[in-house]
């Protein structure tokens, strides 16, 4: 399918490039839904991918590229079952968004996050599966996880661990801060800096410089450079279980879902 | 070397031109949330332009419970 039109996200293949936009209300929060879409890109992809050279992840919604998972609708499934009967649905859920995020990571094309404003949590994990990042000067980076009582559960540490020096890693996780593009760039994690709203733009211009590549070169290049951790990720998802099902997730869950604060709850 | 009230007026102006809420109507001493009318992506989005345009980094942390300029302006000095 070349072109889909969905609640929470679109795809189009332009001259060779997928470009996959989200634009879920209010900041593309991924839940089952979400979850459901991105599934459907992916047998797109397996599908477009012997045609194309480039996928660009781009967000249409202002206030930045993705906010994580859906904690709201996390707080509701869990509540509705009781938290400590909840693991078997959190699996479920992180298995199905793990094999998503693989195949973007594993994906032959090359792949851009062209990310503006909030890249927080799961936004963060989806942006490290893709080979490139561009960043806008006003985007934010952030694993709030451990502020909550967990670990990033879509694959966030293992390819930060991959991709950077693991004192950056322990840094933006254990203290769970958010840095700035230009900070992310110094550390490198973003591939060019963008001025505001043009990060799009400018991965545009490096697909047009990709498509004159031959693919297979690029895709043999990826795949020697870029291996994905498939024991570590598995790992992550056991811990991610294991954390879920104690008492402080819930009470932190249950606070920052219930906070009508301006500044919502995060110790 | 900046004082207090320079970076206050800075933040000020940087606040009163990105959020268009006229620069008189901003007091040091005053809640930004309701001065700007902000919520906490906004407020994200201030302390993103804080950091580029001093050229330093603010941990989200040092700044949680922040709500009026002048504070923000003491948060900031300590890091240039």
Known sequence: MENYSGETLSWEMIDGCIELALHRE????IGLKTLEELEGFVAAHNELKEESHTL????????GFCAGADLRELYL?????G??????QVRDFLNRIHAVMNAIDSSPLTTIAAVHGVTFGGGFELALTCDLIFADKMTRFCFPE???GLIPGFGGIPRLNRDLGNAVVRDILLTGRSINATKAQNVGL?????????SLKLARFTAAQVKKFDRKTSAAAKRFLKPIPYGELNKEIDIFCHLFTEPAVEAGLRKFVESTDAQPYLP | MRTIDDITGEILTLASTHFKVDRENLSPQEDFFKSLGIDSLQALELLTRLENHFNVELPDYEVQGVS?????AERIQSRL
């Open chain 1, 26 to 29: 209010p900041c593309n929060e």
């Open chain 2, 68 to 72: 009026d300029f002048q504070t923000l």
């Open chain 1, 83 to 88: 938290f400590s009967n909840a693991e078997p």
């Open chain 1, 146 to 148: 451990l502020r909550l």
């Open chain 1, 190 to 198: 973003v591939s060019q800096l963008a001025a505001e709203n043009e």
């Open chain 1, 56 to 63: 660009i992840i781009h967000s249409r919604m202002k206030a």
């Open chain 1, 77 to 81: 499934g869990a509540s509705q079952i």
